[in-house]
């Protein structure tokens, strides 16, 4: 076997979500490798559709150039008005102008195939709906994830995976064999069928299929054989893309039962006879460039967590795509571990912080594999289903806090983070809109004093000043902002995590131990005893630092040898806490 490559944490996966935590990771100055199985980013057609808040979150950790870089359109809603609907096939692009409530903007969607859905976002936010083709989305990443340090390895298949008390291990046969990944951590992000989730032994609640479903590229016999657009029919569904070139983007849904080969390969034949029989009438077809089956099974793991290893992404959760949220909430799931994941190796949060990250992200799963299941029932070829989708779109069509409640749910904008404990504030857990600021130094916003990846302490008032006293131990690790007051927040004082969530506000108990949560126990200033409840060892002292693992090859990597899932054991630290703040 190849010598141990060495790293604080590896990440298995280079998707979008994979690279998007190495952006992350690296960023802090955590050491990342990302384990890649495809030698190059596939040219096949996946998820194109980033929601509200999956863009408000990439905004706030300043990674709107990627999405910039890829081709995609962030800036601000502009132009046309809803699509049409289900009738005439539905329009997913920019919305009208903007809307009520503070809301700018709005991109027409859909739910269930039911056209008039307009998602807006606040005003200050860029656009709504963002379209990106995955494949741009993925070498964009991976671009920014090597310029910030992060090691990319294509080629690599992963075949083991042990955990012990100091670290894990990876083994994976690459291009020229073996290798052995020895880190603090390690995240799976490779995808629904995620080795790392079977070999590490995350138990999952599951959803059987019930539908087949089907989607390919090809070319129509006559263009105007199918018009762009949703088709229903009493057997079943067809969405059609024009994908340029004469080539049509095809998905089926056969509501009569789930295929009984669902991984079996798709043939062109076979998506021939599905398409004719849902469309009543014989569509001739040829020239397929890529062919696929799906189906609405799904999948939620019990947690996100086993000791050392954890899973983002497909990996964690799957569920019917319908309405565009799966690579959203794979990318929020970075989002949401990233920072927590990089403050914990680096020594300045304990452990603890990292069992937040599931018991945030899998309830918005959750949420998402529920509504998606309940838009594949109302798409189900039932007449007595005419009605309410009828009522839906009357809903929609009108606007106001229906639609807003169903545009919300799909855009992930009504996410409320579970608090940390009672008696906090209403702020806690809520997105932080991006409100303009005037401060000392000049006009500014939330977005733009979040870029260096810290929590954020805002003041507001002459009185907030004692909020700056107490948050004296964490100096390095938190920036401390006066601002004047704003109706927008409506607090004394307001701590912003660095994913865009209040974490803690002025009003719903003390300061010191939401800060000690998010960024461990902090220094006491010399000769300051005004804030005694923090706790001794701070990150220069070493005192949270994650350890490392065992070597491949020494016995301590012995399975038997007693780790949470397989075990490694010993090794030197592998932690950096002695970094200082983040820069």
């Known amino acids: 076997m190849a010598g141990d490559v060495r790293a604080q944490v590896v990440v298995v996966g280079g998707g979008p979500v994979g690279l998007l935590l190495a952006c992350e990771l690296a960023g802090y100055g955590v050491r990342t490798v990302v384990v890649e199985a495809r030698g190059a980013v596939s040219g096949q057609p996946k998820a194109t559709t980033l929601h509200a808040r999956t863009v408000q979150c990439l905004a706030r950790r300043g990674h709107l150039g990627v999405l910039a870089d890829a081709g995609a359109d962030v800036g601000a809603e502009a132009g046309e008005g809803p699509g049409p609907g289900e009738a005439a096939g539905v329009t997913v692009g920019a919305g009208a102008g903007a809307g009520a409530g503070g809301v700018s903007g709005g991109s027409s969607f859909h739910f269930a195939g039911i056209g008039g859905l307009v998602i807006g976002a ?103 054989a199918l018009r762009p657009g949703w088709h229903r029919s009493g057997r079943g569904w067809i969405l059609a893309k024009d994908a340029g070139g004469g080539v049509m983007r095809l998905r089926t849904l056969n509501c009569s039962g789930a295929h009984p080969a669902r991984h079996a390969p798709l043939d062109l034949e076979e998506l021939r006879r599905e398409v004719s029989f849902i469309a009543g009438r014989d569509i001739a077809m040829d020239g397929p460039r890529w062919l696929s089956r799906f189906s609405d099974f799904s999948r939620l793991v019990s947690s996100y967590r086993r000791g050392r290893i954890l899973l983002a992404g497909d990996a964690a959760h799957v569920h019917f795509p319908i309405g565009g949220q799966g690579l959203s909430t794979g990318l929020l799931d970075a989002l949401g571990l990233g920072w927590k994941l990089a403050f914990t190796v680096r020594g300045r949060a304990g452990e603890d912080l990292l069992d937040t990250y599931g018991a945030e992200r899998r309830p918005a799963a959750q949420r998402v594999i529920d509504h998606t299941r309940a838009q594949l029932a109302l798409m189900r070829p039932d007449p007595g289903l005419d009605p309410l989708r009828a009522l839906f779109g009357e809903l929609m069509a009108r606007g106001g806090a229906e639609g807003t409640v169903l545009a919300s749910m799909v855009s992930a904008q009504d996410t409320v983070l579970p608090a940390r404990g009672a008696g906090s504030s209403p702020w806690e857990g809520r997105f932080v809109p991006n409100a303009a600021l005037s401060t000392p130094q000049g006009r500014t916003d939330v977005t733009g004093l979040l870029a260096a990846g810290l929590p954020l302490l805002l003041l507001f008032g002459e009185r907030a000043g004692r909020y700056a006293r107490q948050a004296r131990p964490w100096a390095q690790l938190v920036r401390v902002v006066r601002a004047a007051p704003v109706p927008a927040l409506d607090c004394e004082a307001l701590l912003v995590r660095p994913d865009g969530y209040a974490g803690w506000a002025a009003g719903g108990g003390a300061l010191a131990p939401a800060l000690r949560a998010y960024c461990g126990p902090g220094t006491p200033p010399p000769g300051d005893t005004a804030s005694g409840d923090t706790a001794p060892g701070d990150a220069a002292s070493g005192g949270a630092a994650s350890g490392g693992a065992a070597d491949c090859g020494q016995a301590g990597g012995d399975p038997a040898a007693g780790g949470q899932v397989a075990g490694a054991a010993g090794g030197g630290q592998v932690g950096d806490a002695a970094a200082g703040a983040v820069s």
Do not use: I, N
Request: charged share 25%; aromatic share 6%; net charge neutral.
């Open 122 to 224: 606040p005003a200050g936010e860029p656009r709504a709906v963002v379209k990106c083709a995955q494949e741009d989305l993925e070498r964009s990443l991976e671009e920014r994830a090597r310029a910030a340090g992060a090691e990319v390895r294509r080629g690599y298949r992963v075949s083991g995976v042990w955990q012990g008390p100091q670290g894990v291990r990876v083994e994976a046969q690459g291009p020229h064999g073996p290798v052995c990944f020895v880190a603090g951590y390690a995240v799976g992000a490779d995808g629904a069928r995620s080795v790392v989730r079977e070999l590490a032994g995350f138990g999952a609640r599951t959803y059987p299929a019930t539908v087949s479903a089907m989607a390919g590229d090809v070319r129509l016999g006559q263009a105007d």
